[in-house]
């Protein structure tokens, strides 16, 4: 199971760090015109509220929201586990043409998450543009991918993972670093990586031993 | 909230062998395959390079159709043999027909055959998944998985449910799977038919048998009306269509009777007239066509479930970004 936890950021720091995603994604739009987000299944639409209050709160509009759930996407479908359970695909209100998408998730690792969020994104329409809001961006990428919008960059190991913890599913806010023991981590029944006993059963991303903790910056 | 649905066994050959908690996941799998259908590019890749063949050796259109639909949704190669036209006529056996099929590489086949078994036969022949489509007054499972859907969607919930199933449940595999399916989730399940056309002991299957239709309809909340094949009559199970019409029809008026909302299903094709009347297959409370959407997301999820492999085969991730 999981050894060390580590806290990269708790509950005031990572609304630190949302209210300035949300004022960036502003800037770069020029304002919250045809802005909509789409918060990929499950942390990714948490995170897709706290954006969307922020940008409410700042700006006095709220974006029209959606949710991604992309396991039909995916190119390793069969490695994760069998029959991840799918989430729910709801497209933000005005749809997907001519609008400029945010796609928001928590960790940023290999990138097939996105790769896969723009296909299926592709399938639904032509968006005049698509940015990438990530919380965290823990490196190990597998495909060029960057996101436009980071909140924390962490030079995570293989044998790291990073837990984004959010109220609904893990009764509390905040980012985690957590060391996997040696056998873990190749095979389990559990997919989803086994829950940590603090209620982090999400699969967020995972790391090498190490942690090269780097500051928060922006992209 | 589980990561991973549960293991339904390499094939779908019924429902009598499934467990309460694998029907649920099918049926939970099948609300997000539901939007699938809506979208303006109705595919998504998940079954993408997978080769399925329909293997038809009765007539159906609905059925086939709708497992085609699914498959295409899904992005898989599919190639549809029905037995006339085929090598079946030609003698070849079940079994040679399916190893052929095999030595091209196949994943999955779906099946529909007038014996009861030949689902179960070949899958425990041939390695790939096996996902019955029908065979002989067996079972029909994906058509009692729509079913219950259909009926989850409409009244939220199918525990404590009273559903009856009226008409010629004898030769009906559609009246078993939901027999089987129905009580595995806590629904009360009662039959209604002429007594040529109920089994003997039928009530061993834990259901109860009204003898008119109007008690049926009295005691339910759900009919699923059975289709009566027209060769019954031929057969000597009932004596004329208008006679069998007169006493176990579906009609307004029997529906009207009692006071609370029925939910009206049928697996079709609907002989009008015969088992239901137009006003009822076509009224309010009809949900025949929501079955028909249902049928292709129930597919949908069934083909997704069975391609995930076994627990043991399937590699877990190191990480799930």
């Avoid at chain 1, 389990?188 to 006993?197: L, Q």
């Amino acid at each position: 199971m999981s050894g060390s936890r580590q806290l990269l950021m708790d509950e005031h720091a990572v609304e630190r760090v949302v209210a300035r995603m949300a004022r960036e994604l502003v800037e770069r739009n020029q304002g919250v015109e045809r802005l909509s987000l789409l918060g990929i299944h499950r942390r990714g639409v948490q995170l897709s509220d706290l954006v969307a209050q922020e940008i409410e709160r700042t700006e006095g509009r709220r974006p029209p929201q959606g949710t991604l759930d992309i396991t039909l996407y995916r190119d390793d479908l069969m490695a994760i586990g069998p029959r991840p359970v799918v989430g729910e695909t709801r497209l933000p209100a005005g749809g997907v043409d001519g609008r400029a998408m945010v796609i928001i998730d928590d960790v940023l690792y290999t990138g097939r998450t996105v790769r896969a969020a723009l296909d299926e994104l592709a399938d639904f329409g032509r968006p005049s543009r698509i940015y990438l809001c990530v919380l965290v961006d823990r490196g190990g990428r597998e495909l060029p991918i960057q996101p436009d919008v980071v909140g924390l960059v962490v030079d995570a190991g293989e044998d790291e993972r990073v837990d984004v913890l959010v109220p609904d599913l893990d009764g509390r806010l905040g980012v985690e670093l957590v060391e996997r023991t040696a056998p873990h981590g190749g095979g389990g029944p559990g997919p989803g990586a086994g829950g940590p006993p603090a209620g982090g059963a999400g699969p967020s991303g995972g790391g090498e031993a190490g942690p090269g903790l780097a500051t928060g910056k922006e992209a | 909230m589980p990561t991973s649905a549960p293991y339904l066994g390499k094939d779908l050959v019924g429902l009598e062998h499934l467990t309460r908690e694998q029907i649920l996941a099918v049926l939970d799998t099948a609300e997000p395959f539901k939007e699938i259908s809506e979208r303006q590019i109705k595919k998504v890749p998940v079954l993408r390079g997978k080769t399925i063949v329909n293997l038809f050796f009765e007539p159906s259109t609905r059925t086939r159709i709708s497992f085609e639909f699914a498959e295409k949704r899904l992005s898989a190669d599919t190639v549809n043999v029905a037995a006339s036209g085929s090598s079946v006529v030609k003698g070849e056996t079940l079994v040679d027909t399916a190893r052929n099929l095999e030595a091209m590489r196949i994943d999955m086949v779906v099946i529909r055959h007038g014996s009861s078994g030949a689902a179960r036969f070949l899958a425990e022949r041939i390695p790939s998944n096996v996902i019955n489509a029908g065979d002989g007054r067996h079972e029909h499972p994906t058509q009692g998985l729509l079913d219950m859907l259909t009926i989850r969607d409409r009244l939220g919930r199918i525990e404590g449910l009273r559903v009856c199933l009226v008409g010629d449940v004898l030769h009906s595999r559609v009246a078993r799977s939901n027999i089987w399916g129905l009580t595995k989730l806590g629904a009360e399940v009662a039959v209604c038919g002429p007594p040529t056309l109920m089994p003997r002991e039928i009530e061993a299957l834990g259901v109860r048998v009204f003898k008119r239709v109007e008690e049926a309809i009295e005691w339910a909340e759900v009919l699923n009306v059975l289709r009566l094949q027209l060769e019954r009559m031929q057969a000597g199970y009932v004596p004329s269509l208008r006679e069998y019409n007169r006493v176990y029809g579906v009609s307004r008026e029997r529906v009207e009777a009692v006071p609370r909302d029925l939910l009206i299903l049928h697996p079709g094709p609907m002989n009008r007239g015969v088992e239901i009347d137009s006003d009822v297959a076509d009224g309010p409370h009809s949900v025949i066509l929501n079955q028909v959407t249902n049928g292709v997301a129930v597919r949908m999820a069934v083909l997704y479930l069975l391609a995930g492999g076994a627990p043991e085969t399937a590699e877990v991730a190191k990480h799930g970004e």
